[in-house]
């Protein structure tokens, strides 16, 4: 416990605290004056009222069509499931410069829509709402499906052999039981579109706006602090708000569930529903998904002349035509792959003694920082950015020019990703077998190594999955944080992006595809990653 | 209780392992071990340099240059704002004209007159009393067009503002979002130095009733409406008009194969911003004396000569030999427009919010 | 009541729980000499359990000391006490299979590889499962859950094994048997056993000594025989199932009680008291010749047949008849009370 609070209270609170304040504060008194002035603004009111229903819409929409997927991926067994699996999360690390040049390319001009329908979406709120669903199918599939494909399925069966309908029985017996993961995702799904940056800017054009675009133009444009100030209070007004409803829907607490292991749950479909079912949601995942990846992967082949490797061979030499680059675009993806190790680790020791330690305790100031740890999702990245650069300016935590700043920011969003994963699979673990374990001569430690970590094996290695891809998809902070020039993947694509040139635009389209299979790729080895395999062998 | 402190005490370990762990297999300290033998340059993200013309200046001055690279120009500039007193670093490169009240009322400069500055022209020389900041290099904020489209429809393409809201070129340009990008501000700049104070909405009223496109930043704009460039050409695009650089034309011939014989966009040399870019040697800078070798450095032959092709700037320094691509396919702006820093800094909220509510609703 | 050894294996000295308001255990003194098998027998809610958690540490004390060979466990986490208990739904490690969770506890306890593989087999011989390392536990029936886990708690050779319910989610047939197992199997390792059960069978079965909770509170304590035979009070008499109880006046050695007049041991306490006739101390015979009663229902409990009786006044009562001799329901009887059969309560 003391450890995930230090860590959010040295690398969250204080930051986000000072910043705040120094825009509230002027000449050592609170300027509270400027909240009125600002909310006052006709303006700012419809930023506010537009943020929310298009998270609330996009989350709806997410939850809608990545519910079925979730299902299918936690009970049917079909060939490229895990290889799919980690395809569906590939969006989550995409830059949004990039994924929004894809979705361009399928629902704008000249697009598959427009082509097919003369559909043009481009400057329409779907648009918006549509790549909101493209970035945050992963996390419902993987947070849901995680849980849902160890709840037993006998106690459906159970439920239909009392009489109840099929529907009837999922209704009863495995909603409640996944209610918490649902509720979760949904959460997370909600602060991630309530917080949308790139994808508001550039597929909703300068016509929509967030409360985020506005702290980041507040902040880092105009430096009106007391303004982005403000917009801060009311976003973590906001939030605030969306934690304490989700807080109230789940207060049942996670109960303990019957876990099986995930390889015994699932079959090969059985019956045209079924395989209509599975079909429909790989239809789902092609179009939504599949197909703005394939564009992108597409133009990184396609030369003015043909297709060809062109711009790949372009970015092996790292000074290709006056040279874009310090370091060569291989250096970028070690770069990316060590800041994404270390974030990971962090999130996972922050996360898993957090989960831990509200699992175990469950007052309810425990509960608050429960809620608190969702936080980060919802603040801007650059609003802490700013924060760090005014808090962690004295030794011993003069960091602000220090690498590890990045990954501490990047785990900041994953820690939340951790502990919403874990903690319904940490709740479900029966407590009785912790003692077991320790009567049987094992420490908590060691309990806790025994009997929650191989069971919460899988949730563990969903969670880590998430701080990795999140780290390594991660933009904002990234940029916001001075570091020594060793750019990232995110990074080294933005800065392709933002120059002419063919060679530019296609190195970009290329490295954006190498980020995907590097995302793709460790996330099939992550989940290949199963350590003494039931542990038998072990004694 | 106990267990709990044991899981902190494990935990505390585990992560300074962490830390060790990445440290050792880590990139860069953040710790100025080497005492006052590194010099910090801050700057943006766009910030580029050869890495032979940095060993070159560790050769002749004893100092190591250390990068740290934060956001975009604005965005680097309020980080440095806020950690006035004591800064990341020592020398600060990268505010522009745009900004450079904001940087001088802020107090972040201390005074350098910098060797060679009498070869940089006056013009440029915005602090020329006081030497808080030094020009390094200036670039044009400029319409691009697509030569093919006005060769296809043999329509001659537009020069000035003024043509731009000419009927003949109706539904043809993208502008950036003056309010998040930094061309979409120059081009707002350069129509309130051409139109003045009063007359620039009524020109924008005009190029909005002509069919003027407004996107959020470059590179939507650049890279997925304007069908010049590479990415345009992919998604189909069809705007030939864009607000863009004056280096952008040499870009696309330098990042093509192969290589054009002729840039494939043009600039319409009677529509630019001029952009200046400074440096500064930072109040409370550890290392001052190393911060003013570098600012000589940085209006020196070597790093003057690295700039066009690096970050696609034009050198500040007058007569500096300007790289064959760069001289012959970049296009000279004509009396490129300016606006009064201070004026700027004055009326850029204002101006912007102007600007938006009359453009974008 | 025992005086066996010095130095108790287990000494509890005035241990109390609460929660909130109810005590669970309430001073309780309890100890538990080597080599000895104590079963600790109540209703559910009496506070067993509760006494087993608090022995093993996970329950802490509100007062009172738990001492493990003379050792004040004050402060002793959970897996430094040295103690083995068996759950009551047996808990076994559901990602193990069976060889792990056998092995668990050697492993805990730093054993070495080849040690945990012979230990491992052995018990598992033990218990009856040979060969079943590798068995998924989730394959097991109730009984091998029980072998292994009673393995799985055996395994690190604990000072002092706790059972919780051993035997309680078995059938008839399999418990009856497995007790008689236990039993020398325990003798035989010279296992000292602390177990807690509701099934009076079961306790008399497995146990050397029996101790009665009532609501946190130790009601009697004793050898199966001495329990069984003197029951201390009315609680400890009913809950081993003997209803015949009934208000008594002591005069010499007889009571006089609504079904008439009673006799009683010799040297019984003079008085007011209540009075216990076993259903073996009651005999039927003709009506005239003694309390005339109904018989109200007969239930066969193998050799004998229990037939339930309802006198003109007072309480019903039970009585135990041989099979052929059974009266049939609604039959009028006449009952006659043996002296050696009756129990004076106190309190």
Avoid at chain 1, 44 to 61: C, D, E, K, N, P
Avoid at chain 1, 112 to 140: C, K, M, P, Q
Avoid at chain 1, 442 to 448: E, G, H, K, T
Wanted: charged share 20%; proline share 6%.
């Amino acid at each position: 416990m003391a450890v995930p609070l230090a860590f959010f209270g040295l690398f969250f609170a204080y930051p986000v605290i000072a910043i705040v304040g120094r825009g509230l504060k002027s000449g050592g008194t609170w300027q509270f004056g400027r909240i009125g002035e600002v909310l006052g603004d006709p303006d700012i009111g419809g930023v506010l009222w537009f943020t929310t229903w298009q998270a609330a819409a996009s989350t709806a929409l997410t939850l809608l069509l990545a519910l079925p997927a979730a299902y299918v991926f936690a009970r049917f067994d079909f060939p490229g499931k895990q290889l799919l699996r980690a395809v569906v999360t590939v969006p989550f690390v995409l830059p949004t410069v990039v994924v929004g040049s894809a979705f361009l390319a399928v629902l704008g001009r000249g697009g598959l829509l427009a082509e097919l329908w003369g559909l043009r979406l481009d400057t329409s709120v779907w648009a918006i709402l549509l790549a909101h669903v493209f970035f945050n199918y992963a996390v419902v599939v993987r947070t849901v499906g995680g849980l849902w494909s160890q709840l037993d399925p006998r106690q459906e069966e159970a439920a239909r052999v009392l009489g109840a309908g099929r529907f009837a029985a999922w209704r009863k017996v495995t909603l409640p039981a996944l209610a918490p993961a649902v509720a979760a995702a949904a959460l997370m799904v909600f602060l991630f579109t309530f917080t949308s940056f790139g994808v508001v800017q550039i597929l909703g054009g300068p016509s929509f706006s967030t409360l985020e675009v506005e702290i980041y133009r507040q902040t880092a444009q105009f430096l009106d602090l007391p303004t982005a100030a403000v917009l801060t209070l009311v976003q973590f007004a906001a939030v605030g708000t969306i934690l304490a409803v989700h807080a109230w829907t789940v207060r049942r607490r996670e109960s303990a569930l019957r876990l099986v292991d995930p390889a015994r749950t699932a079959r090969r479909p059985r019956g045209a529903g079924q395989w209509a079912l599975l079909g429909g949601v790989l239809v789902t995942v092609l179009v939504l998904i599949l197909l703005p990846l394939a564009v992108l992967v597409e133009r990184s082949f396609q030369g003015p002349d043909g297709y060809g490797f062109r711009y790949y061979r372009a970015l092996q030499s790292a000074d290709g035509g006056g040279g874009t680059f310090l370091v060569p675009p291989l250096e970028a993806v070690w770069n990316s792959l060590q800041y994404a190790v270390v974030a990971t680790l962090i999130a996972l020791v922050v996360g898993g003694l957090a989960a831990a330690a509200l699992t175990r305790r469950a007052g309810r100031l425990v509960r608050g920082f429960d809620a608190l740890l969702m936080l980060p999702l919802g603040v801007s990245a650059v609003t802490v950015g700013f924060g760090f650069l005014i808090t962690l300016n004295q030794p011993p935590f003069d960091l602000r020019t220090s690498w590890i700043l990045v990954p501490l920011a990047q785990a900041l969003v994953g820690v939340p990703f951790v502990v919403r994963t874990m903690l319904p699979v940490l709740r479900a673990v029966d407590g009785r077998l912790r003692e077991a374990a320790a009567v049987l001569g094992a420490s908590p430690l060691r309990a806790w190594r025994e009997v929650d970590l191989p069971m919460v094996r899988r949730a563990l290695l969903v969670a880590a999955g998430f701080a990795f891809a999140v780290s390594l998809g991660e933009f904002g902070a990234t940029v916001f944080i001075a570091r020594p020039d060793n750019p990232t993947l995110p990074v080294a694509v933005a800065r392709l992006l933002g120059r002419a040139g063919d060679l530019n635009y296609g190195q970009a389209m290329a490295l954006s595809t190498i980020l995907m299979v590097v995302c793709a790729v460790s996330l099939l080895v992550l989940e290949r990653i199963r350590p003494d395999r039931s542990v038998s062998g072990e004694f | 209780m106990s267990t709990i402190k044991r899981y902190a005490a494990t935990a505390l370990a585990a992560a300074v392992g962490v830390s060790a762990l990445a440290a050792c297999g880590g990139t860069d300290s953040g710790a100025p071990s080497k005492g006052d033998k590194t010099v910090t340059l801050v700057s943006h993200d766009s910030f580029d340099v050869s890495p032979a013309v940095l060993k070159a200046f560790t050769q002749e001055t004893g100092y190591t240059v250390k990068v740290l690279k934060s956001g975009d120009a604005g965005a680097a500039l309020n980080q440095e704002i806020l950690t006035k007193g004591s800064p990341r670093g020592d020398v600060f490169f990268g505010v522009d004209n745009t900004l450079l009240s904001r940087a001088l009322d802020n107090g972040l400069f201390q005074s350098y007159e910098a060797k060679g500055l009498d070869a940089i022209p006056a013009d440029l020389q915005l602090d020329k009393g006081e030497h808080r900041v030094t020009p390094v290099d200036t670039g044009d904020i400029c319409v691009n067009y697509d030569k093919k489209f006005f060769a296809d429809k043999k329509l001659a393409p537009p020069k000035t503002l003024d043509d731009l809201v000419k009927p003949a070129y109706k539904d043809l340009l993208v502008v950036e979002d003056a309010a998040n990008s930094s061309p979409g501000l120059g081009f707002l700049l350069a129509t309130a130095g051409q139109y003045g104070d009063d007359g620039w909405q009524g020109y924008w009223q005009k190029l909005k009733n002509n069919g003027v496109k407004v996107v959020d930043g470059w590179e939507r704009a650049y890279n997925e409406e304007f069908s010049g460039s590479a990415g345009g050409k992919k998604a189909k695009a069809d705007r030939p008009l864009v607000v863009s650089y004056a280096s952008s034309p040499p870009v696309e011939v330098l990042y093509a194969e192969p290589r054009p014989t002729e840039a494939p966009t043009g600039v319409a040399t009677g529509t630019c911003f001029r952009q200046i870019e400074f440096a500064g040697l930072l109040d409370g800078a550890k290392n001052a004396a190393g911060g003013k070798a570098l600012l000589d450095f940085l209006i020196g032959k070597q790093f003057q000569e690295d700039l066009p092709l690096k970050m696609f700037v034009n050198p500040a320094v007058k007569d500096t030999k300007l790289p064959e691509v760069y001289a012959k396919f970049g296009e000279k702006a004509e009396k490129p427009l300016t606006v009064d820093p201070k004026k700027i800094t004055e009326n850029r909220e204002q101006w912007v919010k102007t600007w938006s509510s009359l453009v974008k609703k | 009541m025992t005086d066996t050894a010095a130095k108790p294996l287990l000494d509890l000295q005035a241990a109390t729980v609460r929660f909130g308001a109810r005590a669970a255990l309430d001073t309780v003194d309890l100890s538990v000499a080597a080599h000895e098998i104590v079963c600790v027998l109540g209703p559910s809610g009496s506070g067993k359990s509760t006494l087993l958690r608090a022995v093993a540490g996970l329950q802490p004390l509100d007062s009172g000391r738990v001492l493990l060979e003379g050792r004040d466990q004050t402060g002793v986490p959970v897996h430094k006490r040295g103690v083995g208990l068996m759950f009551q739904d047996h808990q076994l490690f559901p990602q193990r299979d069976v060889g792990g969770n056998v092995a668990f506890g050697l492993r805990m306890h730093g054993a070495g590889r080849a040690e945990q593989t012979e230990r491992v087999a052995e018990l598992l011989e033990l218990v009856g499962l040979p060969g079943a390392q590798r068995r998924a536990v989730a394959t097991l029936s109730g009984g091998e859950q029980q072998r292994v886990a009673l393995a799985r708690a055996l395994a690190p050779r604990p000072a002092l094994l706790m059972l919780d319910e051993p035997l309680g989610q078995l059938d008839r047939s399999l418990r009856e048997r497995l007790v008689v197992e236990l039993r020398q199997l325990f003798e035989r390792l010279g296992t000292t056993v602390l177990a807690v059960t509701h099934d009076q069978g079961e306790a008399f079965a497995l146990a050397d000594r029996v101790v009665v909770m009532r609501d946190g509170r130790i009601a009697q304590s004793g050898t199966p025989l001495e329990v069984w035979q003197r029951p201390a009070s009315e609680f400890v008499a009913r809950f081993l199932g003997f209803d015949n109880v009934v208000e008594a006046t002591v005069t010499g050695e007889a009571a006089d009680t609504v079904w008439g007049k009673i006799p009683v041991p010799a040297g019984a306490p003079q008085g007011g008291a209540r009075l216990l006739v076993r259903p073996a101390g009651v005999r039927l015979v003709p009506v005239a010749d003694g309390l005339p009663c109904t018989v109200l229902a007969r239930t066969f409990r193998g050799h004998h047949v229990a037939v339930q009786l309802r006198p003109a006044d007072g309480p019903l009562l039970e009585a135990e008849c041989p099979l052929r001799d059974a009266p049939d329901v609604g039959a009028q009887v006449g009952a006659v009370f043996a002296a050696d059969e009756v129990v004076l309560l106190e309190g």
